[in-house]
């Protein structure tokens, strides 16, 4: 079976500042014999990247808040994994990271400046948006 974890982290909470601590979401996926394998391979990868890479520093909080558990990948269609929704354009960047391996964290700044999207000081080109109207722009 192939298991998905979604995931809270809270890091640096020791700091006294809030801006000093953070918070974060990542997803974390394997293909197990069960459901305690899947568990204890998320742990173990997690614990290795507290120890090799500079993801979790600090005092660190691990959330598990979702679990999906799946036989096989979809052929036909896309199945969406995740979406995040927040109030207002974000105020401060962020960093985020796609497939961190051996070689590369795989970590990029994201910041908003005039209502889109930046990574790594480029802004990023529209991929599909909706109108009001119903009008579909690709």
Known sequence: MIYIGNFLVLTDQEKIAENDRRNGEFSLIVDAGNTSAALRSFKACI???RLKKEFFQGDCQFFLIQLLE??????SRAMMLTYKSTVGDPVLPYIGCLVPGEDTDGCRIFDWQDKRPQIDGQAEHLFMEFKTGGEIEQ
């Open 70 to 75: 799946l036989d096989r990948l979809p052929t």
């Open 47 to 49: 614990l290795e990247y």
